[in-house]
């Protein structure tokens, strides 16, 4: 799994992001995934962006087997804030561009769903096509008239 991140503006010199990835968040009670570097279903961490260059992270997940559902996806959620930053006690003005704020417009949770591969089809979606023909008959496997 591998999200990007971009605080998008070249003039902040550092912003620091905390996130929280949530693995197969519907499942709570016997996730089929866990992240390697806790072995946990969820994962908090923090990252510097630096200037407006993007910042790429990637965590490794692992899958706990047996896995019985395999037609369901694994559903992630990855939810960023801020990093508070104190305020030092000066007589002079801040400067506010140590304190950056998140856009009103820019969602602040971010959903995806993994699949596990299967033969389904490009939407991901199996229906099976058995059709089953029922008759009765007697016990001597004679049909009975319609």
Do not use: W
């Not at 200037?51 to 037609?71: F, N, W, Y």
């Not at 992630?76 to 506010?96: A, E, G, T, V």
């Not at 140590?98 to 490009?122: D, W």
Request: hydrophobic letters at 30%; proline letters at 5%.
């Amino acid at each position: 799994m591998s999200f990007t991140l971009s605080n998008g503006n070249k003039n902040l010199k550092n912003i620091t992001v905390k996130y929280t990835v949530e693995a197969d968040m519907e499942r709570r009670r016997s996730p089929r995934v866990r992240f390697l570097k806790n072995n946990d279903d969820t994962y908090t961490g923090s990252l510097n962006l630096l200037s407006s260059k993007s910042t790429c992270h990637k965590l490794k997940l692992i899958v706990v087997a047996p896995v019985r559902d395999k037609l369901e996806p694994v559903v992630f959620s990855l939810n960023m804030s801020l990093h508070k930053q104190n305020l030092k006690p000066r007589r002079s003005l801040q400067n506010l561009d140590s304190f950056p704020i998140l856009s009103q417009e820019q969602q602040l949770t971010q959903r995806a769903e993994v699949n596990f591969q299967k033969e389904c089809g490009s939407d991901n979606k199996c229906s099976s096509n058995l059709l089953l023909k029922a008759h009765f008959v007697d016990n001597e496997d004679k049909p009975y008239p319609r």
